[in-house]
DNA sequence: GTCTATATAGGGATAGAC
DNA sequence: GTCTATCCCTATATAGAC
């Protein structure tokens, strides 16, 4: 097994579970690897699996979404794409925000600059693309804010509810709120 | 110390950690009880605690948010109270959601029947007053679900980008959301 | 690379003195 | 009611065989 593979399986623990709640025995059932082996892999230790852990979150947003953002289309074509890829990354909103997740308690210490610079990342991507429309700096920013709130919050929801049609309605909001007000 | 008073000091603790976070070493430090005692007043143990948290929350919730809210005067003035009294309980931003964060991991199984209940409550009282505005029961229902989402949202973003004037545009929002749109 | 076995610390929880 | 002392289990992590 790959270490990218070892590490896609790792991804999900720490997002439905937590930094704390993901335990390295959990990880190792996750993956198919005795600890020994999670450690072979990891020598920092579980800091290091949440590290890699967020560091791929970090490329596969480049890649699925950052990305195609960029490319030579039509402003609204892209939006489309940017639903599609927020869709498929929190899973219709089944899968919560490893953002969101480690930003509480002990993780929230260990992570809270690569935590703060990927939301940045996230809000400067979205911004970008709003301020390409002629609206203010100041402005795109704060739709680029509300979406992601929205998007975050609507994550909440369904975990609670069970309802993901809420994570639908939410999505489907993103084009009125970066493209007009 | 009374129960009250135990209970109020165990709140932050499971809000910011989280569940399994939310040690018993914790639990003690920040109530000043040592864990002998703290299982005297719980004999359910951490999971007891974390019920007469949510009950608690509940609890406060019903005096200080939805009582107001079902109050004799014009409907502006109790979204205004209603406001107030989401600032103060999220500490404008910086407390986390106990709901939000009790929805991860192992807390999940246990507590998610009750979580359910407490997110449905909230939604149902915000529907109602968007009913009194002459507003669909489905139409009121979705403004409400939307207000709840952009307070949660709102609530991750200023965990991680320490900037609560994000929580405070939230919560500003709050009446278009409910009273118009 | 992956395993079994094990070390050490901290987790939740209880007994019994005061 | 609160404490000290302690129990057992699980957590993180390592050693060393294969």
Redesign the interface.
Do not use: F, K, W
């Given at each position: 097994m790959s270490k990218q593979e070892v590490i896609n399986k790792l991804v999900p623990v720490f997002r439905?579970?937590?930094?704390?709640?993901a335990t390295v025995s959990r990880l190792s059932a996750a993956t198919g690897l005795k600890k020994a082996s999670l450690y072979y892999h990891f020598q920092g230790g579980k800091e290091q699996m949440a590290e890699a852990v967020l560091e791929h979150i970090g490329d596969l947003l480049e890649e699925s979404i950052f990305l195609p953002l960029r490319s030579p289309i039509p402003i609204e074509e892209r939006i489309v794409i940017l639903i599609e890829g927020i869709d498929k990354l929190y899973e219709s909103g089944r899968a919560?925000?490893v953002?969101?997740?480690m930003?509480?308690?002990?993780a929230?210490a260990l992570f809270?600059q690569a935590?703060?610079q990927s939301?940045?990342k996230w809000l400067n991507e979205l911004s970008q693309i709003v301020e390409e429309t002629g609206v203010s700096k100041k402005e795109a920013r704060?739709r680029a804010?509300d979406a992601?709130?929205?998007?975050?919050?609507?994550l909440?929801?369904v975990?609670?509810?069970?309802n993901t049609q809420?994570f639908q309605?939410?999505i489907a909001k993103i084009p009125q709120i970066l493209l007009s007000d």
């Open positions: 439905h579970y937590g930094y704390e709640g919560p925000c953002l969101a997740v930003s509480l308690g002990e929230d809270h935590l703060e939301l940045e704060i804010e992601v709130m929205l998007i975050q919050g609507a909440v929801l975990r609670v509810t069970n809420l309605r939410a």
